[in-house]
């Protein structure tokens, strides 16, 4: 079990820009979310994925964003046309059946200059 | 609309003595509770839970306790440790059709003092 893995871990991208994020979740966990963190905030739920169907969209989730996890392993988070305002932590946590324990990775810092 | 509340973004203990966190909810249809630390530029770490059928668990240094009819729960940390430095998230899940997202507070800042 070497826990929820995010790759890159840093990414500065120039606006309008497309950038895409890899979670790979602890193995056999089933649930995967992803989540955004702001300087001052709590994280922010965005999407959420049981095996490879993608369950739950938050309204924070425009239409450029766009995420996948195919054959319900890794997960993808894509960013089309960035924004300023998409800079922030991007966290991703899986957590395995019915426990709500959800184990974050470490995410990964965007910055759009 | 917060939905979880953590009030203060900041608390300064000194070392041995206890450092209590509070957290308020205004969802009734919370029902299970977790605190979350995270250290600058790592995420967040699991550290507690509670379900909403207890009002209190423990586990070593650690005690979360659950008031129901406040919407209310703190964390107690004794003693306290300079290691206990960092951001406490307070963090909800209303299970049974909310696909166990968590809604988290903006977190408390603890400082622990040597």
């Known amino acids: 079990d070497t826990g929820v893995s995010q790759n890159p871990r840093h990414k500065i991208t120039k606006r309008g820009q497309n950038v895409t994020f890899r979670c790979d979740p602890i193995?056999?966990?089933?649930?995967l979310y992803w989540y955004r963190q702001t300087l001052g905030q709590g994280p922010e739920f965005l999407t959420y994925?049981?095996?490879?169907?993608?369950?739950?969209k938050s309204r924070l989730l425009s239409d450029r964003f766009s995420a996948e996890r195919p054959k319900g392993s890794f997960s993808t988070l894509e960013i089309q046309r960035t924004e300023q305002g998409d800079s922030a932590m991007y966290l991703c946590?899986?957590?395995?059946?019915?426990?709500?324990?959800?184990?974050f990775g470490q995410g990964t810092r965007l910055t759009v200059v | 609309d917060q939905q979880v509340k953590q009030n203060s973004p900041s608390l300064s203990v000194q070392e041995g003595r206890i450092s209590i966190l509070n957290c308020d909810y205004t969802n009734s249809m919370f029902d299970y509770f977790l605190w979350y630390k995270k250290y600058p530029a790592e995420g967040p770490t699991f550290l507690i839970s509670?379900?909403?059928?207890?009002d209190k668990n423990e586990d070593g240094r650690f005690t979360v306790f659950l008031n129901k009819s406040a919407k209310h729960l703190s964390l107690h940390i004794v003693p306290s440790q300079p290691g206990d430095s960092a951001v406490y998230f307070c963090a909800a899940s209303g299970v049974g059709g909310s696909n166990y997202k968590l809604t988290f507070g903006k977190g408390t800042l603890l400082t622990v003092n040597p």
């Open positions: 994925f049981q095996n490879e169907a993608q369950l739950e």
């Open positions: 193995s056999e966990h089933n649930r």
């Open positions: 509670i379900s909403s059928i207890k």
């Open positions: 946590a899986s957590i395995w059946g019915v426990n709500t324990e959800a184990f």
